[in-house]
């Protein structure tokens, strides 16, 4: 791709990550998930990830994946949708709508794939 174009798709994502605020969003998210999992948020893990993980990575990792499956006209219509009332809403709840899914689904699985206890009469 051209380097112009790269430019023109991260600055379209840079105006959409500032806009929304979501790369602060996500930091809280990443001490959030750590903190479920047990991992102290003042962790020197958590703490270098935190460092090294700046906005400009960020934008640029968003970059390098919207890039692949939108083109630059759908990137920008994407963007005004999300920073529609009702884009700014679905970005603020869809983790969580997510989080939820994932865990309804985990517990369907395992009534599903439960074991069946074993009977005591056995068939010869």
């Given at each position: 791709?051209?380097?112009?174009?790269?430019?023109?798709?991260?600055?379209?994502?840079?105006?959409?990550?500032?806009?929304?605020?979501?790369?602060?969003?996500?930091?809280?998210?990443?001490?959030?998930?750590g903190a479920k999992?047990?991992?102290?948020?003042?962790?020197?893990?958590?703490?270098?990830?935190?460092?090294?993980?700046?906005?400009?990575?960020?934008?640029?990792?968003?970059?390098?994946?919207?890039?692949?499956?939108?083109?630059?006209?759908?990137?920008?219509?994407?963007?005004?949708?999300?920073?529609?009332?009702?884009?700014?809403?679905?970005?603020?709840?869809?983790?969580?709508?997510?989080?939820?899914?994932?865990?309804?689904?985990?517990?369907?699985?395992?009534?599903?794939?439960?074991?069946?206890?074993?009977?005591?009469?056995t068939v010869n």
């Amino acid at each position: 791709m051209k380097n112009q174009q790269y430019v023109e798709y991260k600055n379209v994502i840079l105006k959409f990550v500032k806009d929304l605020n979501v790369y602060e969003k996500h930091k809280a998210y990443i001490v959030s998930v750590g903190a479920k999992v047990g991992v102290d948020v003042n962790s020197k893990e958590i703490q270098s990830f935190l460092s090294a993980f700046t906005e400009d990575e960020y934008v640029k990792l968003l970059t390098d994946i919207y890039i692949k499956h939108f083109t630059l006209d759908e990137i920008i219509e994407v963007v005004n949708w999300q920073t529609s009332e009702l884009g700014r809403k679905c970005v603020q709840y869809m983790h969580i709508v997510e989080e939820e899914l994932y865990m309804e689904m985990t517990n369907f699985l395992t009534l599903v794939i439960a074991p069946v206890p074993e009977s005591n009469n056995t068939v010869n």
